[in-house]
Structures are given as C-alpha cells and as structure tokens.
Nanobody
C-alpha cells in the first residue's frame, strides 16, 4: 500500500455518476496540492483535476474534457480528496490515479511526487 489509496471506481453506463475517493496514509493531504489523473490504454497519463493545498487558495483546475461534469473537493477532517464524476461518457474510461505534491502549476503528472495505485473506471455506451 502506497502513500495514497484510491477507491470508488467501477463499471457504469453512459450518463451515470461515480465518486472517487483518495485517502492519504502517513501524511496529511491538506498540506499538499492534490490531483486526479487518468490513463487510458495506449494513451499518456493526463491531468483531470487539481486542487491546491491549505496554504494555497483552494483553487481548482479542470481538464477541458471534464469541465462542467467533474468536481474535485477535499475533506481535511477525513484526510480525503474526492472526484465527483457526473454525466460519464465512454471516453472517460481509464485508470484514475490520485497524486500529491508540494508544487504544481499546470496539473501535469510530472509535477506530483506521491501516487496511488489507481482505480479502474469503465463507462459503457
């Protein structure tokens, strides 16, 4: 088990919703910038959404393909970060990863140091 553990993935139909959860093990997530990333077969890992640490302004950033459908949030008391995914589409099918790091600017995978093992999301048409 790594420093971050994701859960909540599954098989759903187009238009359905899922909520992914990410828990920090051994460190306080609220002290770090946290991002959700995804990787589909044969494709590069891409940024889905990021949220700044408590030292930041709590601002969020979303990839163009998920804007208006996905929402990132955190519960510092539970040491968790969530990704609410609504109106899912088949093209959202991927392994979703949670990551944390002390610095980020563009919500890119290379900017994050700590990663989870991922959770599979499959959306059928």
């Amino acid at each position: 088990q790594g420093p971050l553990v994701e859960s909540g993935g599954g098989l759903v139909q187009s238009g359905d919703s899922l909520r992914l959860s990410c828990v920090g093990t051994g460190f306080i997530l609220d002290y770090y910038h946290v991002g959700w990333f995804r990787q589909a077969p044969g494709k590069e890992r891409e940024g889905v959404s990021c949220i700044t640490s408590s030292d930041g302004d709590g601002s969020t950033l979303y990839g163009d393909s998920v804007k208006g459908r996905f929402t990132i949030s955190k519960d510092k008391h539970k040491n968790m970060v969530y990704l609410q995914m609504d109106n899912l589409k088949p093209e959202d099918t991927a392994v979703y990863f949670c990551a944390a790091g002390p610095f980020y600017r563009d919500c890119l995978p290379a900017e994050f140091d700590y990663w989870g093992q991922g959770t599979q999301v499959t959306v059928s048409s």
